[in-house]
C-alpha cells in the first residue's frame, strides 16, 4: 500500500495541507482540555466549594456559554473572519485561565469561570464548522477527523493526572493556556475564507429556531446533555470520595478516550449506514446504560470499565448531532446551526449542573446518577416519538 492508498484510508480527498491542518486544529485544542476538564470540579473541591456551588458555577457558565456559542457563531456567518475570532477567543480564554486561577472563593470564582466560558464555549463549534467547510461535499469523513482530537485527549489525559499528584492542580491552568497557545499557531495556516456558503439572513435564522423539527431535536438533547453533563460534572468527585485520586481519575478519561478512536474511524460508514436520527437514538440507549451502571458501582474502579462503553455513546451522538444539525440549517448558517448546537448543550449544563449538584448533596452520588438515567430517558422518548410523529 502507497502513501496516497494509506492516506485514502484514514482522510478525506482534499488538499494535503488542509488535511494536515484540520488534524492539528482537533489535536490540538483536545489536548489542551484534557489538562483543564477533567480535573476542574475536583480542583473547586480542593478550594472548598460544596456541590451545590460547584453545580452552580457549572450551570452560570453554561448560561454563559449558550450566549457566546450562538453570538460568536453568527459573527463568523456575517464576517467570514474565522481567524480573527479564533484569535481573540483564544487569547481570552488564556487571559481568563489566569484570573480563574488566583480565586479561591465562590463568587470570584464564579465570575472568573462566567468570563472564560465567554471566550472559550465557541472555539469547538468553530472548528467543527470549519472542518465540514473544509471538507466540502466529503462531510461524512467529520468523524475520521475528530478522532485526531480524541488522539490529542488521549496523549495527555494519559499522564495528565500523574503530573497534577506531583506538581499540584494548578497545572491545569499552565497546561490548558499551553495548548491554547499551540492550537492558536495551528489557525494561521487556515485560509481566511467563509465558514458557510452563503450570507446570514435573520429570516433564515428566525425560520430554523422555529422548525418543529430543530425544536424537537433542541429539547431531545437539552435532556440528554443535561443528564450527561451532570453526570460528568460530579463522577471525578465521586471517584475520590469512593477512594480513587487524581491519577484514577485521568485513567478513566483516558479509557473514555480511547474508546472513542474506533468509532470515529467508522465515522463515515456510520452516518452512510444508519443516517444521523438512528445514530443520536442509540446513543441516547446506551447514555443510560452508562448512567444506570454508575449508580450501581460499588467502587471507584468500576468506572475503568463503564468508561470503556464511551465510544459507542459519545461517538455516534457527536457525529449524529453535528450531521443533523448542519442537514437543518441553510446555506449561509452552517456555524450558526453549530452555534445553536452548543447553546442547547450550554443550556443543559444548567440543568444538569444545578440538578446535579443539588441531588449529590441530598441524596449522593450513586442516586444521582439512577435520577439522571431517567432524565435521559425522558429524551429519548420525546426524540423517536416527537420524530415520528413530524414525519407523519
Same mark, same amino acid.
Given at each position: 500500500?502507497?502513501?496516497?492508498?494509506? !492516506?485514502?484510508?484514514?482522510? *478525506?480527498? +482534499?488538499?494535503?495541507?488542509?488535511?494536515?491542518?484540520?488534524? %492539528? =486544529?482537533?489535536?490540538?485544542?483536545? *489536548?489542551?482540555?484534557?489538562?483543564?476538564? &477533567?480535573? %476542574?470540579?475536583?480542583?473547586? @473541591?480542593?478550594?472548598?466549594?460544596?456541590?451545590?456551588?460547584?453545580?452552580?458555577?457549572? *450551570?452560570?457558565?453554561?448560561?454563559v456559554g449558550a450566549a457566546s456559542a450562538t453570538l460568536w457563531s453568527v459573527l463568523n456567518d456575517r464576517i467570514g473572519k474565522t481567524r480573527?475570532?479564533?484569535?481573540?477567543?483564544?487569547? /481570552?480564554?488564556i487571559l481568563a485561565l489566569g484570573l480563574l486561577s488566583q480565586m479561591s472563593s465562590f463568587l470570584p470564582v464564579l465570575l472568573a469561570v462566567a468570563l472564560f466560558t465567554f471566550m472559550a464555549t465557541p472555539i469547538l463549534p468553530l472548528v467543527d464548522?470549519?472542518?465540514?467547510?473544509?471538507?466540502? &461535499?466529503?462531510?461524512?469523513?467529520?468523524? %475520521?477527523?475528530?478522532?485526531?482530537?480524541?488522539?490529542?485527549?488521549?496523549?495527555?489525559? %494519559?499522564?495528565? /493526572?500523574?503530573?497534577?499528584? !506531583?506538581?499540584?492542580? #494548578?497545572? +491545569?491552568?499552565?497546561?490548558?493556556?499551553?495548548?491554547?497557545v499551540i492550537f492558536l499557531l495551528v489557525t494561521r495556516l487556515l485560509p481566511e475564507v467563509r465558514a458557510s456558503?452563503?450570507?446570514?439572513?435573520?429570516?433564515?435564522? #428566525?425560520?430554523?429556531? @422555529?422548525?418543529?423539527?430543530?425544536?424537537?431535536?433542541?429539547?431531545?438533547?437539552? =435532556?440528554?446533555? /443535561?443528564?450527561?453533563?451532570?453526570? +460528568?460534572?460530579?463522577?471525578?468527585?465521586?471517584?475520590?470520595?469512593?477512594?480513587?485520586? #487524581?491519577?484514577?481519575?485521568?485513567v478513566a478519561s483516558t479509557i473514555s478516550a480511547m474508546s472513542e478512536a474506533p468509532m470515529m474511524l467508522l465515522g463515515a460508514w456510520l452516518l452512510r449506514r444508519f443516517g444521523p436520527k438512528r445514530l443520536i437514538a442509540f446513543a441516547f440507549v446506551i447514555f443510560i446504560v452508562r448512567l444506570t451502571l454508575y449508580g450501581l458501582m460499588p467502587d471507584y474502579r468500576w468506572v475503568f470499565f463503564i468508561n470503556g462503553l464511551h465510544g459507542f455513546s459519545y461517538v455516534p451522538y457527536l457525529i449524529g448531532s453535528v450531521a443533523y444539525a448542519s442537514r437543518l440549517a441553510p446555506e449561509g448558517l452552517k456555524a450558526t446551526s453549530q452555534g445553536l448546537l452548543v447553546t442547547?448543550?450550554?443550556?443543559?449544563?444548567?440543568?444538569?449542573?444545578?440538578?446535579?449538584?443539588?441531588?449529590?448533596?441530598?441524596?449522593? &452520588?450513586?442516586?444521582?446518577?439512577?435520577?439522571?438515567?431517567?432524565?435521559?430517558?425522558?429524551?429519548?422518548? =420525546?426524540?423517536?416519538?416527537?420524530? @415520528?410523529?413530524?414525519? !407523519?
Open positions: 500500500m502507497n502513501f496516497a492508498q494509506l !492516506r485514502s484510508t484514514f482522510s *478525506a480527498p +482534499i488538499p494535503l495541507k488542509s488535511d494536515l491542518t484540520i488534524k %492539528a =486544529l482537533h489535536f490540538t485544542i483536545w *489536548a489542551a482540555m484534557a489538562f483543564f476538564w &477533567p480535573f %476542574a470540579n475536583i480542583y473547586y @473541591r480542593s478550594i472548598g466549594l460544596t456541590g451545590t456551588e460547584i453545580g452552580s458555577v457549572a *450551570a452560570v457558565s453554561a448560561l480573527l475570532i479564533f484569535t481573540i477567543t483564544s487569547i /481570552g480564554a464548522t470549519v472542518t465540514l467547510k473544509m471538507l466540502g &461535499p466529503n462531510h461524512d469523513y467529520y468523524g %475520521a477527523y475528530r478522532m485526531w482530537g480524541t488522539l490529542g485527549f488521549i496523549s495527555v489525559s %494519559a499522564f495528565s /493526572g500523574f503530573i497534577l499528584e !506531583r506538581l499540584g492542580m #494548578q497545572v +491545569i491552568f499552565s497546561g490548558f493556556a499551553g495548548g491554547l456558503g452563503g450570507g446570514f439572513s435573520m429570516g433564515g435564522f #428566525q425560520q430554523l429556531v @422555529r422548525s418543529r423539527v430543530w425544536i424537537i431535536f433542541a429539547l431531545s438533547i437539552l =435532556l440528554l446533555w /443535561g443528564a450527561w453533563m451532570g453526570s +460528568i460534572n460530579f463522577l471525578g468527585v465521586a471517584m475520590t470520595e469512593m477512594g480513587g485520586n #487524581q491519577g484514577a481519575v485521568g442547547v448543550t450550554s443550556l443543559s449544563n444548567v440543568l444538569g449542573g444545578v440538578g446535579a449538584g443539588l441531588l449529590f448533596d441530598s441524596i449522593g &452520588p450513586a442516586s444521582m446518577f439512577l435520577v439522571l438515567a431517567g432524565g435521559c430517558l425522558g429524551g429519548l422518548v =420525546l426524540f423517536v416519538v416527537g420524530g @415520528r410523529k413530524k414525519e !407523519r
